[in-house]
């Protein structure tokens, strides 16, 4: 079974400096996905970045990218320029790639919750 | 813009009682799943389903149960709810075999009383 950590429980940012979530994982697979998931108070999930494990390029979008260690099991966000609407719970998320039918599951870690300051 | 769409943002109900949550896709995905978040806890998976009247356990389906008799509802049943079922329960669906991970629901905040 997998297993996915987030070993910062809350965070806090000033507006405009930059943040990075730790994330690690554990599996003995060799083919996977890994996601960040942003959940503001308003409670909607949503998808912020995704990473395919046999890339080698770190995902980015705009603001959000990723430092992926697939050696050491890790997989961190970075958010730069940090905004007031950044203010939300995240979580990291770990896939196993194509499993069959029913195997398509997501293993959440805990949340870091994050807190950015005017 | 796709949705996933839970009938119920807050819902109170009484011990006992059973407890229906609704949740409705529009992307024809193949696979829904049934999250309760805790604090502390994160996203603990209840049930799933990849199919059609199909649905598999996840790791604490004690207590609910499920339904799947169209591909785009998925319906999360209570049986006889108990105060320690009171949570946030969040449904969401993926398709593509997961690879771009999962679209959720804005969640059912349940209390039982």
């Known amino acids: 079974a997998q297993t996915v950590t987030q070993s910062q429980p809350e965070m806090s940012v000033q507006e405009a400096e930059t943040v990075t979530l730790s994330c690690t994982y554990d599996t003995s697979e060799n083919n996977y996905y890994l996601f960040w998931y942003k959940q503001p108070p308003s409670r909607q999930m949503i998808l912020v970045i995704r990473?395919?494990?046999?890339?080698?390029q770190n995902a980015t979008e705009n603001r959000f990218s990723v430092n992926f260690q697939k050696a050491a099991k890790s997989f961190s966000l970075k958010i730069s320029d940090s905004q007031l609407g950044d203010t939300a719970m995240y979580f990291c998320a770990f896939m196993k790639r194509d499993s069959g039918a029913g195997s398509y599951q997501l293993t959440f870690g805990k949340g870091t919750k994050l807190s950015v300051i005017p | 813009d796709v949705k996933v769409t839970q009938s119920s943002r807050y819902l109170v109900k009484r011990t006992g009682e059973k407890v229906f949550l609704e949740c409705v896709q529009d992307m024809d995905h193949e696979n829904m799943f049934w999250y309760r978040q805790d604090p502390g806890l994160g996203l603990r998976l209840i049930y799933f389903?990849?199919?059609?009247?199909?649905?598999e356990k996840g790791d604490i389906p004690e207590g609910y149960s499920v339904s799947r008799e169209k591909k785009e509802r998925f319906s999360l049943i209570l049986e006889s709810a108990s105060t320690n079922q009171t949570s946030m329960y969040l449904c969401?669906?993926?398709?593509?075999?997961?690879?771009?991970?999962?679209?959720f629901g804005s969640g059912t905040r349940l209390t039982v009383v």
């Open positions: 990473q395919e494990a046999y890339k080698q």
């Open positions: 969401a669906s993926s398709g593509g075999q997961g690879r771009y991970g999962y679209t």
């Open positions: 389903s990849y199919d059609v009247k199909m649905k």
